[in-house]
Antibody
Framework: EVHLLESGGGFVQSGGSQRLSCAASGFMFRNYAINWIRQAPGKGLEWVSGISGTGTETFYADSLRGRFTISRDNFEDTVFLQMHSLTSDDTAVYYC??????????????WGPGTLVTVSS | QSALIQPASVSGSLGQSITLSCTGTSRDIGDYEYVSWYQQYPGRAPKLIISEVYNRPPGVSTRFSGSKSGNTASLNIFGLRIEDEADYHCISYRVNVGLVFGAGTKLTVL
């Protein structure tokens, strides 16, 4: 059974940094792209970033490029999201999600339960 | 403002069939078959119910179907049940941008 579990959320001061992790199991990790999607309290979903199975290709939402960095460790079956210069606008539940197949573009068939990042001023 | 336009709320009666809309542009929905729909209950992670406009993943009820016309994608729900009351989100690939979501539609079953 596919399983994704995010960690690393919590309270962070405005202007600070946070590193999120997404631990995966139950599938051939290196064969699948993993994405981060976030949801601010009471708001809709927002795509944040994605990384190919090999890790050679990375993608970012334009508004976040430069502050967020996605990476993966295919030996530890884990994806990371490093976030810098955080503001209250970054307060959200951050989900990691597995793409259904390599060319599915936005079809995420497995999600973690999410981790809450709260940026306080 | 979200890149894709969804109505904030829709309601329907038990047993009724309804359609949720998701309107984009020729740079996303209009030109690509990469539209997915997600169902989300409060406090829970989203669940994929439609991918690539029409495809229903294994285990998803046949009461859900997807379609597209021009720049607008639609999620059709047949025979509304109480358990269909949830938030529904659409997502599409957009050229030179990546992935864009709508703000979501809250479905109320009366």
């Amino acid at each position: 059974e596919v399983h994704l579990l995010e960690s690393g959320g919590g309270f962070v001061q405005s202007g600070g940094s946070q590193r999120l992790s997404c631990a995966a199991s139950g599938f051939m990790f290196r064969n699948y792209a993993i994405n981060w999607i976030r949801q601010a309290p009471g708001k809709g979903l927002e795509w944040v970033s994605g990384i190919s199975g090999t890790g050679t290709e990375t993608f970012y939402a334009d508004s976040l490029r430069g502050r967020f960095t996605i990476s993966r460790d295919n030996f530890e079956d884990t994806v990371f999201l490093q976030m810098h210069s955080l503001t209250s606008d970054d307060t959200a539940v951050y989900y990691c999600a597995k793409e259904r197949e390599s060319s599915s573009r936005g079809a995420f068939d497995s999600w973690g339960p999410g981790t809450l990042v709260t940026v306080s001023s | 403002q979200s890149a894709l336009i969804q109505p904030a709320s829709v309601s329907g009666s038990l047993g009724q069939s309804i359609t949720l809309s998701c309107t984009g542009t020729s740079r996303d929905i209009g030109d690509y078959e990469y539209v997915s729909w997600y169902q989300q209950y409060p406090g829970r992670a989203p669940k994929l119910i439609i991918s690539e406009v029409y495809n229903r993943p294994p285990g998803v009820s046949t009461r859900f179907s997807g379609s597209k016309s021009g720049n607008t994608a639609s999620l059709n729900i047949f025979g509304l049940r109480i358990e269909d009351e949830a938030d529904y989100h659409c997502i599409s690939y957009r050229v030179n941008v990546g992935l864009v979501f709508g703000a979501g539609t809250k479905l109320t079953v009366l």
